[in-house]
């Protein structure tokens, strides 16, 4: 089954998020299977973390993924490489 493309998306205040998107009309995204990317490391910038990955997945704090998120105010929403994909996806599930 066919998710979509991985990509990173950044809002205007409701952080980042790595996720399969579903549909994009304007600055409304949603993404399944969605990830917030609480806080990265191994990574200096998104764009590197979309393209490389991350070099440091325990330092980084990504929650467990949502089944469906809906995205107001997106800023930018970068394509992940498929590296970076697997790379963001195999971060531990951070919780308390």
Known sequence: MKKGR????RTYSAGC??????SEKGQEVVLTDAR?????????????????????P????FPAATLEHKLY???ETITVT???????????EWKV
């Open 17 to 22: 998020f790595a996720g399969y998107l579903k």
């Open 36 to 56: 917030r990317l609480w806080q990265w490391s191994g990574a200096a910038t998104l764009s590197q973390l979309a393209t490389s990955g991350t070099s440091n």
């Open 6 to 9: 991985y990509c990173i998306v």
């Open 82 to 92: 498929e590296a970076a994909r697997q790379s963001i996806e195999a971060v531990p």
């Open 73 to 75: 105010q997106a800023i």
């Open 58 to 61: 325990g330092g980084c704090k």
